[in-house]
């Protein structure tokens, strides 16, 4: 007998649950007539129970009433996430093309309220009002004991003020709605603004002039003052009653950042987010954000969520870094997340970059975004020479060559501090047995074990596998096995027996113990109680340590011929940024490149300071292979125990995209990936590319649609990403393969 249509007399509301499947659900809210979406909602789900984000109502119409279940429970004790945060979720699932309930759920805040250990750190102070008014209460009034309290302290924290009375937790928030108390803000005096070179206000005068959206890139050099720039504007927008949201690529660049901004606005209301807070921190900065308390919101990738009510600018910092976007997970780029966002809730945008990655520049170049140049550094410093050391003629001993030795000890000669730059940590990458050719490789991933000396330790820093250092070549037995090439361990160990009188501190993430840490080895650097610095990306942009007038740069041309088509882009930014930590004051900076290839165009361009030149060589090059920014690229990647299952369902996905016969679309070969085993999971991927992102999307939406279903192996998982940013060349799987060349993709003209 066929089920009964019926027409439910009850509201529908739609809600999204984190679960990979790209749709909402429908579940009956008659019960709760204060339902609304935006609302936490807890529903039942098979035989288990869900939390989830109540999206939208729904008109109630043709469907099977005994299919539809209630609704359980709404968390009232939370504001509802508002109709624009919503609509960037929306945005974030249609472009990436990710189940909705999956990015809601990571773009949601904590599914707690602060937590009260954390709200007890909140202090108060009496205002002038509440002074006035303390003889008007009643004398035993629990707000004239709080009041009198304050006026003796100057001023108390929440769990300080909450002891004083059972009450007094209910009399705080009537003193504050009645502004007779108000938060205890740092009461430092503000940090005077900088005097504003030419080209620091002539940006300036051009951000200022922006009314609504618009989206500026400013390109300074390093040193050149971006962050006066941004300070300048956000001052603006706080005075017009506005809040602005800060990006930073890195959770190490907050501090820094963070206390300056703090310095320069210390009457301002300023919260930082980021994933390494705890949940009840992060829930107090969210709750600041979305109640308009909070003025300034200073944050990695996953602040671009974060709702403002009065948004009125958004400040992307090192624009180009990659650290913006999210690869695991629900993928998606925060800087082209933040640009939608301030479309969307037309407000302006600003990108800033010593070196804007190549997809920026061509909107600059084009006219989309407006270029806004910083061209020399601020105050009279002035850019670092670059100089290359050619070990084809000075060998490295232990990876320092003669002139890098001279110039170390030329500046500790003058007292003058010396960054060393390696992006290699551990003490060497490889331990290898010189009898029989032994390497030690890590069981769970194709890549070998990186020996750390400090604790005799091998780990594998891929999927974090660790073990003991063998005291023989597990396989024929040798002793004298060996650790090949070198790290920021092994470059310490060099420089200390070198320069044994010398202060040295390596940071790299096997050295930094926590935000504390990090930032007490910093303020060691800029306090000049360290003269050799030995550092990895961590120390390679953002930071200003006035004392280091070298920076010597170890092992720079691995990266010059990887399979990646990004990699010299990647290369020259970081080169770029790390020399720019050289100099940045009084002194003349300089910075040694070791290479054994001295004559490659990207070091005549680092020489140079020729960012733009280098940028339009890269642009002309992509043009003619129709790579981003001048293509449009998809990857579908699979992941499975066993690596034919990958390959299996990517073949079928590749005949599923082959039968919708798009124009202008090329579809490569099914690849193994670089690092084909990580983790125990064996990884494949299947690239698509176009000249034409709507010919794209014409594939990519019905396609997705197709990939769900597929037949799936038991255990094997499926992604999708769009925009990619870690792509191994379909020519480098080619030559490796044998597969067929990149030259030779099927295409539909």
Not at 260 to 283: N, T, W
Not at 523 to 531: A, F, T, Y
Not at 705 to 732: F, K
Request: glycine letters at 6%.
């Amino acid at each position: 007998m066929e089920s009964t249509a019926a027409i439910l007399p009850s509201h529908l509301l739609q809600v999204a649950l984190s679960r990979p499947i790209p749709t909402l659900f429908d579940y009956d809210a008659s019960a709760f007539p204060d339902a609304e979406p935006g609302q936490r909602v807890r529903v039942p789900f098979g035989r288990s129970e869900l939390w989830g984000i109540a999206w939208s109502w729904r008109e109630a119409g043709e469907v099977d009433a005994a299919r539809i279940k209630p609704l359980l429970d709404i968390d009232r004790a939370s504001p509802p996430l508002p109709a624009s945060w919503r609509a960037l979720v929306e945005f974030v699932a249609h472009y990436y093309q990710q189940p909705i309930g999956e990015v809601a759920a990571m773009a949601a805040p904590p599914a707690i309220s602060a937590t009260r250990a954390e709200r007890a750190n909140r202090r108060f102070r009496a205002t002038p009002a509440g002074s006035a008014a303390l003889d008007t209460l009643p004398a035993r009034d629990v707000r004239r004991k709080l009041i009198t309290a304050l006026i003796e302290a100057g001023d108390l924290n929440e769990a300080e003020l909450r002891a004083l009375s059972s009450r007094a937790a209910v009399a705080l928030e009537r003193l504050l709605a009645d502004g007779l108390i108000e938060p205890a803000l740092p009461q430092a005096p503000a940090e005077a603004a900088h005097v504003l070179s030419a080209d620091q206000a002539a940006a300036l005068a051009a951000l200022q002039s922006t009314a609504g959206y618009a989206a500026s890139l400013l390109h300074g050099v390093t040193g050149s003052g971006k962050t006066e720039v941004y300070l300048r504007l956000i001052e603006d927008q706080i005075a017009a009653g506005r809040q602005c949201l800060l990006l930073v690529p890195e959770i190490a660049l907050t501090p820094q950042l963070q206390a300056r901004v703090a310095a320069r606005f210390p009457r301002a209301c300023l919260h930082v987010m980021h994933s390494e807070m705890s949940d009840g921190a992060r829930a107090m900065a969210w709750a600041a954000a979305q109640s308009g308390e909070a003025d300034i919101l200073l944050g990695t990738r996953l602040a671009v969520f974060a709702p403002l009510p009065r948004l009125g600018c958004i400040v992307l910092d090192e624009e180009h870094d990659p650290s913006f976007r999210q690869t695991e997970g629900v993928r998606y780029s925060a800087r082209d997340v933040a640009i939608w966002r301030a479309r969307n809730e037309d407000v302006p945008i600003v990108l800033g970059s010593a070196t804007p990655s190549l997809e920026t520049l061509r909107h600059a170049i084009d006219g989309r975004y407006r270029w806004l140049r910083l061209t020399t550094r601020a105050g009279s410093a002035r850019l670092p020479e670059v100089h290359l050391v050619d070990t084809r003629v000075f060998r490295a001993t232990d990876g320092l060559s003669q002139p890098m030795l001279r110039a170390i000890e030329s500046r500790l000669g003058r007292g003058e501090q010396t960054l060393l730059f390696i992006n290699r940590r551990g003490y060497a990458p490889v331990l290898s047995c010189p009898a029989c050719g032994w390497a030690a490789g890590c069981t769970q991933c194709t890549a070998n074990l990186v020996l750390h000396a400090a604790d005799r330790r091998l780990r594998c820093h891929h999927c974090g596998a660790e073990g003991p250092v063998p005291h023989a070549c597990p396989k024929c037995g040798n002793q004298d096995i060996q650790g090949y090439g070198r790290g920021t361990q092994r470059l310490e160990e060099t420089l200390a027996s070198r320069f044994p009188t010398a202060r040295l501190l390596r940071i790299d993430r096997d050295n930094v113990r926590g935000r504390e840490h990090w930032q007490e080895q910093l303020d060691l650097i800029r306090r000049g109680e360290v003269d050799l610095v030995v550092g990895t990306q961590l120390l390679a942009k953002g930071h200003d340590f006035p004392g280091i007038t070298l920076v010597g740069v170890i092992g720079a041309d691995a990266s010059l011929h990887a399979a990646d088509f990004r990699a010299q882009e990647r290369l020259f930014a970081q080169l770029m940024q790390v020399g720019g930590r050289a100099g940045r004051a009084d002194t003349a900076g300089e910075v040694l490149i070791q290479t054994a290839q001295p004559e490659h165009p990207l070091f005549a361009a680092l020489k140079a300071h020729d960012f733009d030149g280098f940028a339009r060589s890269q642009l002309a090059e992509r043009a003619a292979l129709g790579l981003p920014p001048h293509g449009f690229q998809l990857m579908l990647s699979a992941d499975a125990p066993e690596l034919q299952a990958a390959l299996d369902f990517l073949e079928a996905a590749r005949r599923a995209a082959l039968a919708l016969a798009v124009d202008g679309v090329q579809i490569y070969d099914v690849v193994p990936m670089r690092m084909v085993r990580r983790a125990n999971r064996e990884r494949a991927q299947l690239v698509v590319e176009s000249r034409s992102r709507p010919a794209l999307r014409t594939l990519l939406l019905p396609w997705v649609a197709n990939l769900y279903r597929l037949r799936v192996a038991r255990g094997l998982r499926w992604h999708i990403d769009v925009d990619p940013v870690e792509v191994w060349n379909t020519l480098a799987a080619a030559a490796v393969l044998g597969s067929h060349p990149r030259s030779a993709p099927v295409e539909h003209p």
